[in-house]
C-alpha cells in the first residue's frame, strides 16, 4: 500500500519526529513520519524540505489534531503532496475527504475499538492500534487486549503499537493480527534522532518500573513519560484537592521541549513508553529496523517448536 520495504513506522514524537529521523527510518526501507506537532506551516515545510533533501523514500506526516494549527497543516500535506498522514488526539473525519482526494493515504492512531471503527468509517485507509505502554498520551488499553480487539472489528489493515521494541514484540503483534508495527522509544536513541543527549540517556539508564502515567485523575490527557523530578512534582499537584482539570492541562506546558531541545532532567517531561528498559544503546536508525525484523523473522520461524 505504501511502497515501504518493512511494515514498521516511526512514531511521530513531538520535538522529537523531525525530517532529518523521519528521511532515516524511510531510507532503511520503513515508513519515518514527521510530527506537526504544535507548530504551524512553516515549521512542516521546513521538516518535509528536509526529509526530501535526504531521502527519495515515502515518509509521513503526523497530525495532532487538537493543535491550533491544524488547519494550517492539514492543507500544508496537500500543497506538498505528502504521501502518508497519521493523526492523533481526536478524530480526523474532517478532513480526510480532501486528503483522500489528494490521494493520502490517511491511517490514524486509535486507543479503542470504537474509535478504529469511526476511522474505517471514516475512510481511513488503516488504523494504528496504540497500547497504554507507549509513551506520550495514552489510553486505557494494553496492546496485548487492543491489537486482536481492533483487528476483528474492522476490515481495514492495522499495526500494533506500544510496547514494542524489538523482534520479539512485532512478531507478537503480527500473531495478534496486525500487519505491522510503530515504535517510538525505540527510535528515541537512533543516531539521527536529534533530541539533547540527556534524552536519550535518561532512556538508555531506564529500568522496567521508570515510566509513569499523569494525567489519570480527571482523564482525557493520560501521558507516559520518564519518572524525574517533573513527574512528580505533576502528580502531586494533579491529586491536591484543590487542583482543577485546567491546572492539570497547564502542568506540562513547555516541559517536553525542556526535555527534547535541552535536556533539563529535572523540569523536563520526557515522554517514553513501558520498554525503555528495553532499550540499552544508541545506533543507526537502518540497523534499528534491521536488527527487528531479523529477530521477528527469525522467532517466527521456530515458533512451531512450541507447539510439539
Avoid at 497504554?132 to 476490515?155: F, K, R, W, Y
Amino acid at each position: 500500500m505504501l511502497g515501504i520495504r518493512y511494515p514498521v513506522f516511526q512514531g511521530g514524537m513531538a520535538w522529537v519526529s523531525d525530517g532529518k529521523l523521519a528521511a532515516a527510518v524511510s531510507e532503511a526501507g520503513g515508513l519515518g513520519i514527521i510530527s506537526a506537532m504544535n507548530a504551524g506551516a512553516d515549521y512542516l515545510q521546513e521538516q518535509i524540505k528536509i526529509a526530501r533533501s535526504l531521502t527519495d523514500k515515502p515518509f509521513g506526516v503526523n497530525i495532532m489534531l487538537m493543535s491550533p494549527f491544524v488547519d494550517q497543516v492539514a492543507e500544508t500535506v496537500i500543497v506538498e503532496k505528502v504521501p502518508v498522514v497519521t493523526t492523533g488526539a481526536g478524530s480526523p473525519g474532517k478532513y480526510i475527504p480532501a486528503w483522500k482526494e489528494a490521494g493520502i493515504r490517511v491511517i490514524p492512531v486509535v486507543a479503542s475499538v470504537a474509535s478504529a471503527k469511526m476511522a474505517e468509517r471514516a475512510g481511513a485507509d488503516a488504523v494504528i492500534a496504540e497500547g497504554q505502554e507507549s509513551g506520550g498520551h495514552i489510553g486505557e488499553l494494553t496492546t496485548m487486549a487492543l491489537v486482536p480487539q481492533v483487528c476483528d472489528a474492522v476490515n481495514i489493515p492495522v499495526l500494533a503499537a506500544g510496547g514494542i521494541a524489538d523482534g520479539r514484540g512485532m512478531a507478537a503483534a503480527l500473531m495478534l493480527g496486525a500487519c505491522g508495527i510503530q515504535m517510538g522509544t525505540r527510535f528515541l536513541v537512533a543516531n539521527e534522532c536529534g533530541v539533547h543527549q540527556n534524552y536519550k540517556d535518561m532512556v538508555l539508564k531506564a529500568t522496567d518500573i521508570s515510566t509513569v502515567a499523569t494525567g489519570r485523575r480527571f482523564g482525557g490527557n493520560v501521558c507516559r513519560c520518564i519518572k524525574n523530578a517533573f513527574s512528580r512534582d505533576f502528580l502531586r499537584k494533579e491529586y491536591e484537592p484543590e487542583t482543577t482539570a485546567e491546572d492539570v492541562a497547564s502542568l506540562g506546558v513547555g516541559a517536553l521541549r525542556l526535555a527534547a531541545a535541552e535536556g533539563d532532567t529535572r523540569q523536563g517531561c520526557f515522554l517514553a513508553g513501558q520498554i525503555s528498559g528495553m532499550v540499552k544503546k544508541e545506533m543507526p536508525a537502518a540497523d534499528i529496523i534491521t536488527e527487528v525484523c531479523t529477530e521477528c523473522e527469525t522467532v517466527l520461524k521456530r515458533s512451531g517448536a512450541w507447539l510439539r
